[in-house]
Nanobody
Framework: VQLQASGGGMVQAGGSLRLSCAAS????????VGWFRQAPGKENEFVAT????????VYETSVKGRFTISRDNAENTAYLQMNSLRPEDTAVYYC?????????????????WGQGTLVTVSS
């Protein structure tokens, strides 16, 4: 599967953005999808994951209640709705896919990655 992430941009603290992860080759319905982020000078960090059906999700603690991961398998796309954004959410965000049936939070379990999309939150 080939993934393309989009939707990043610059917003003020408290604002919202919706990231999209579109599968250009392959069916996204065959994979669980995760979102990760990497801030300057920091390691790649798990943000959220959703299983193949969309019935199961896991979130990193700091984004719980603010971010929502979803998917539309008919549109071959997954999403990350980000509300109440904070300056510390500033990072390059990546979507990734895995055929694993577990709710994976470790990047190494995801063999397929899209290019990143930059999110900048100003205070």
């Amino acid at each position: 599967v080939q993934l393309q992430a989009s939707g990043g941009g610059m917003v003020q603290a408290g604002g919202s953005l919706r990231l999209s992860c579109a599968a250009s080759v392959g069916a996204i319905s065959d994979y669980a999808v995760g979102w990760f982020r990497q801030a300057p000078g920091k390691e790649n960090e798990f943000v959220a994951t959703i299983n193949r059906s969309g019935g199961g999700t896991v979130y990193e603690t700091s984004v719980k209640g603010r971010f929502t991961i979803s998917r539309d398998n008919a549109e071959n796309t997954a999403y990350l709705q980000m509300n109440s954004l904070r300056p510390e959410d500033t990072a390059v965000y990546y979507c990734a896919a895995t055929s694993s049936s577990a709710m994976e939070v470790v990047p190494t379990w995801y063999p397929y990655w899209g290019q990143g999309t930059l999110v900048t939150v100003s205070s």
